[in-house]
């Protein structure tokens, strides 16, 4: 009978699949080891998205637009909001371009647990792969919806209109990456709580919307009366919309504290979101 030597057993073993130490601390080592499944999802959403559609990656390009004209339209014409001397159609367009971007977070990685809980219980990865496949789709059909906003603010420029870039556009990467923050953030709490209070999903549309009307998006700050302004404030989104119109647009310069305001809060809640979803996503597929 022949003998095994545990030692060489041992050592034909190459990968070992174990629990991180820590309940609350997200496997971001993990997401980068498996950074082709990211690619294969992003691939995966950015087909499926314009799948078995008329117009295709049209849509993409279409939802901000019919959202825009019917602001300008009802809020411009109608209602005669002013928008700081800027176009109307511009102003709505960068307050709608920079809260989709969020708001398409927010809907997106709220059901990240019970949407792909089939895939989580037949095979092993990282569970934060899914919301970082999930962002950077986002970050793509952004992308392309800035494009054509580009386009737009040139030929506002050509005619004439009073668009001012501001030299600190450079930056705004970095703004992008704190809605980004700030929507993960939301998303991943949302996708947590559901796991037991499956009606929160009902409430998140009715949420978001209740959340753009106190977000400077179809009126500008200096519309809005002085005892109501600390509501506003309390946005962090607040500073977001304020920040990219300014970056782009050169109107509405936000205050440095309504910026550091605005990072600060976005970091914390990305924190509570990746901690309350690293300590569910080790549970979750024992309570379904």
Known sequence: MQSVNTKEADNDWTTVIDSIESRYLPDVRGVWRYRDLVALLVRRDSVASYKQTLLGP??????PLMTTIVFTIVFGRIASLPTDGLSPFLFYFGGVLCWQYFAANVNRTSDTLSANASIYSKVYFPRLVTPV???ISNLIVFGIQFAVFVVVVCVFMFRGAPVRPSIFVILLPVLLLQVSACGIGVGLTISTLTTRYRDLNFMLGYALQLWMYTTPIVYPLSQVPEKWLWLIYLNPMTAAV??????LLGSGAPSISMIVYSAVVSTLVLGLGLALFTRVERTFMDTI
């Open 133 to 135: 496949s999930t962002v």
């Open 58 to 63: 049209l849509w993409f390009v279409i939802q």
């Open 242 to 247: 304020q920040t990219f119109r300014y970056l």
